[in-house]
Antibody, heavy 119, light 108 residues
């Protein structure tokens, strides 16, 4: 059974750093892309970017380029999304999801990680 | 960037009625690379349809999709109580995936 299990909710202050995770099981981690989707409170879905764990090829949406870093650790089948300096506007639910290709329908999703940034 | 515009924003219907949701793209989508998702409160989105009209695993046949080029439609033939949710379209014709703003299907 394919599973994407994300790390728990986080409460941070502006300026702090953060790394959230998405652990994959049920398929070969290195043979599918993994992406991240943001959903701000009460809003729609936004594609942030994607990584291919096999070779760490990473693509970012222009809106998120330079704002976040997507990475992966093949040894533990885990993808990451990180911020070096959080802003209040980063408050959102973040989902990892598996596309069928670098650009494809997202057929498996994590349960989401709620990030709250507040002073 | 391909912009997707969904309409209406909210659809108020009763169980058993037919729901028709629209998704319009700012440019023609190659090979109909259009998907639909359902999201219920407190849950992650779930893939319903891909390639415009192919149902994802486990999706009942009351969900169907049609369209091509820039105009796409999700139809729910007879609304069940569990179908009241928000629906998003998504294009994957380019490496920059984009989503529509969503249509909320609510109980009338």
């Amino acid at each position: 059974e394919v599973q994407l299990v994300q790390s728990g909710a986080e409460v941070k202050k502006p300026g702090e750093s953060l790394k959230i995770s998405c652990k994959i099981s049920g398929y070969s981690f290195t043979t599918y892309w993994i992406g991240w989707v943001r959903q701000m409170p009460g809003k729609g879905l936004e594609w942030m970017g994607v990584i291919y764990p096999g070779d760490s090829d990473t693509r970012y949406s222009p809106s998120f380029q330079g704002q976040v870093t997507i990475s992966a650790d093949k040894s533990i089948s885990t993808a990451y999304l990180q911020w070096s300096s959080l802003k209040a506007s980063d408050t959102a639910m973040y989902y990892c999801a598996r596309p069928r290709a670098v650009a494809g329908p997202l057929d498996y999703w994590g349960q989401g990680t709620l990030v709250t940034v507040s002073s | 960037e391909i912009v997707l515009t969904q309409s209406p924003g909210t659809l108020s219907l009763s169980p058993g009625e037919r729901a028709t949701l629209s998704c319009r793209a700012s440019q023609s989508l190659s090979s109909s690379y259009l998907a639909w998702y359902q999201q219920k409160p407190g849950q992650a989105p779930r893939l319903l349809l891909y390639g415009t009209s192919s149902r994802a695993t486990g999706i009942p046949d009351r969900f169907s999709g049609s369209g091509s080029g820039t105009d796409f439609t999700l139809t729910i033939s007879k609304l069940e109580p569990e179908d009241f949710a928000v629906y998003y379209c998504q294009q994957y014709g380019s490496s920059l995936l984009t989503f529509g703003g969503g249509t909320k299907v609510e109980i009338k």
